[in-house]
């Protein structure tokens, strides 16, 4: 069992930055590949970023690349988003989500879900 905990959202100006972060618990959070999702209002959640167990390896959705990185600390539990240059249509909520097989990013492969953290940005 693994529970995620997401934070770093809130109000930022468009062009601004912020780092969201998502605390896991359990002894094996370096088992799981991690990925972040989010949700406009009045959309379907989409995969944003997604990092591999060891982070070697991390794939970005088009919309966001070159803008967003994500990262991990295993020996803190945590996963991370920086997300930079930020636009109005980056408001969403912002989930980060867990799987410990395969290798699909889609939503039906995750195994853990946090309850999100809210970005809006001002234009």
């Known amino acids: 069992q693994v529970q995620l905990v997401e934070s770093g959202g809130g109000l930022v100006q468009a062009g601004g930055s912020l780092r969201l972060s998502c605390a896991a618990s359990?002894?094996?959070?370096?088992?799981?590949?991690m990925g972040w999702f989010r949700q406009a209002p009045g959309k379907e959640r989409e995969f944003v970023a997604a990092?591999?167990?060891?982070?070697?390896?991390?794939y970005y959705a088009d919309s966001v690349k070159g803008r967003f990185t994500i990262s991990r600390d295993n020996t803190k539990n945590t996963v991370y988003l920086q997300v930079n240059s930020l636009k109005p249509e980056d408001t969403a909520v912002y989930y980060c989500?867990?799987?410990?097989?395969?290798?699909?990013?889609?939503?039906?492969?995750?195994?853990?879900w946090g309850r999100g953290t809210l970005v809006t940005v001002s234009s």
């Open positions: 990092i591999s167990w060891s982070g070697g390896y991390t």
């Open positions: 989500a867990a799987r410990l097989d395969g290798s699909s990013w889609s939503q039906d492969a995750m195994d853990y």
């Open positions: 359990g002894r094996t959070f370096s088992s799981y590949s």
